[in-house]
């Protein structure tokens, strides 16, 4: 089976870029999503495609896919976008979420 | 407005049965890809099983083969998941997602809230 691999946790300070890899077999021959998922909620569609934003996603989401990592980063990272931020991509048919990485602002 | 509503959750014994329903509305539901995707408590996401707009192709995580079937009902835009021989590690929040894009280079844009699925005794 296919696996993504992502750090668990992640902090920044405020204002500033966090960076949140995701890793797996030659991850950059595949299409990877990114999803934010704050407590008590349900998940959230902020990357698609490996560097595409969905409409109503702010600008500082970003994301690129190259080798064996993914990685998403958040510019400018407000106190907002503290969450737990999961990867996705396809092995054959089916899908393969990363661990979760919990991104703390402080 | 595209929406997933999900019913169906709820305390069952280990070895029970249980079918999940999920209601979409504000999109031609015959046009995606659908799935089901699971939170245990405290933990990350897992992908359950996929069906492709017919109905007929589906696909599944190892560990529910043989045990859950996903349909679709394309008259009525519903999804279902039934899941039989419950487990312990089955206990989880579940969603429905929409996957735009089709199979393999596939996204999930739209979630349901989740239903809660306990299996204990």
């Known amino acids: 089976s296919y696996d993504l691999t992502q750090p668990p946790s992640v902090s920044v300070s405020p204002g500033q870029t966090a960076s949140i890899p995701c890793s797996g077999d030659?991850?950059?021959?595949?299409?990877v999503c990114w999803y934010q998922q704050k407590p008590g909620q349900s998940p959230v569609l902020v990357i698609y495609?490996?560097?595409k934003r969905p409409s109503g996603i702010p600008e500082r989401f970003s994301g690129s896919n190259s080798g064996n990592t993914a990685t998403l980063t958040i510019s400018g990272t407000q106190a907002m976008d503290e969450a737990d931020y999961y990867c996705?991509?396809?092995?054959?048919?089916?899908?393969?979420f990363g661990g979760g990485t919990k991104l703390t602002v402080l | 407005e595209v929406q997933l509503v999900e019913s169906g959750g709820g305390l069952v014994q280990p070895g029970g049965s249980l079918r999940l329903s999920c209601a979409a509305s504000?999109?031609?539901?015959?046009?995606?890809?659908m799935s089901w995707v699971r939170q245990a408590p405290g933990k990350g996401l897992e992908w359950v099983a996929n069906?492709?707009?017919?109905?007929?192709?589906?696909y599944y995580v190892d560990s529910v083969k043989g045990r859950f079937t996903i349909s679709r009902d394309n008259a009525k835009n519903s999804l279902y998941l039934q899941m039989n021989s419950l487990r312990a590690e089955d206990t989880a929040v579940y969603y429905c997602?929409?996957?735009?894009?089709?199979?393999?280079?596939?996204?999930?844009?739209?979630w349901g809230q989740g239903t809660l699925v306990t299996v204990s005794s």
């Open positions: 997602a929409r996957v735009d894009a089709g199979r393999v280079v596939g996204y999930f844009d739209y």
């Open positions: 504000g999109f031609t539901f015959s046009n995606y890809w």
């Open positions: 996705q991509a396809w092995d054959s048919s089916a899908v393969v």
């Open positions: 495609q490996d560097t």
């Open positions: 069906i492709k707009q017919d109905g007929i192709e589906k």
């Open positions: 030659k991850l950059g021959d595949k299409y």
